[in-house]
């Protein structure tokens, strides 16, 4: 499998344009998982869903970013309008089951979206 | 609050030696703690998850314990190569919590 794939790598954006992130987590996994980590804060949860649906969107800092999972296989995380301090590295990652557990999934990270907003 | 401390912050240590690498936490009732390796500019890789009833776990060269009475895990590396120069993440999940509580992280440099 080629793993969890994320794109774009690097977006360099300005201030109020909206900006689009994909995933496309690991074929049969039904946990998909938006991270945001930064040196401040480290890696924070944004929003996970189970089987396409949302579950937990708490983390999600304010109206300004929404995401999506149309099906199974792709995932969008959008900031519309972006400002700079969401200046970030965005992960996705997918698991197989839950990581709370039991039983204990294992989490998979893709290699992340780095998003600069000037 | 769920906290999760590593120590220390950085960590620099000449190739082929060993070290070791200290999480705390607060996370209760606790469910699982994981070990994640990331390279610069990529995404964590998990190295070990360990259970409440699991207190040491091996992958390789890096070995993690758990002693969940005192909350407190390690994770030490053996023989220390170039390769290893990374930052090093605890993780901890709560029973019945829905999300990961993460630490900021071990930077390691391994220099030759």
């Known amino acids: 499998d080629a793993g969890v794939i994320q794109s774009p790598r690097h977006e360099v954006t300005e201030m109020g344009q909206e900006v689009t992130l994909r995933c496309k987590p690991i074929?049969?996994?039904?946990?998909l998982f938006w991270y945001r980590q930064t040196m401040m804060r480290g890696l924070e949860l944004l929003i996970y869903f189970n089987n396409n649906v949302p579950i937990d969107d708490s983390g999600m800092p304010e109206d300004r970013f929404s995401a999506k999972m149309p099906n199974a296989s792709f995932s969008t995380l959008k900031i519309q309008p972006s400002e700079p301090r969401d200046s970030a590295v965005y992960f996705c990652?997918?698991?197989?089951?839950?990581?709370?557990?039991?039983?204990?999934?294992?989490?998979?990270f893709g290699e992340g979206s780095r998003l600069t907003v000037l | 609050k769920n906290q999760v401390e590593q120590s220390p912050q950085s960590l620099i240590i000449l190739e082929g030696k060993n070290c070791t690498l200290q999480c705390n936490y607060t996370v209760s009732p606790f469910s699982n703690l994981r070990w994640y390796k990331q390279d610069t500019g990529r995404g964590p890789v998990s190295l070990t998850i360990?259970?409440?009833?699991?207190n040491t776990k091996s992958n390789g060269r890096y070995t993690a314990t758990l002693d969940a009475d005192t909350k407190q895990s390690s994770l030490h590396i053996t023989a220390s190569q170039l390769s290893d120069s990374a930052s090093y993440i605890c993780v901890v999940s709560g029973a019945g919590r829905r999300a990961l509580t993460f630490g900021s992280g071990t930077r390691l440099q391994v220099q030759p």
């Open positions: 990652a997918s698991s197989l089951t839950g990581v709370t557990g039991p039983p204990t999934g294992e989490l998979f």
């Open positions: 074929s049969g996994h039904d946990y």
């Open positions: 360990m259970t409440f009833s699991e």
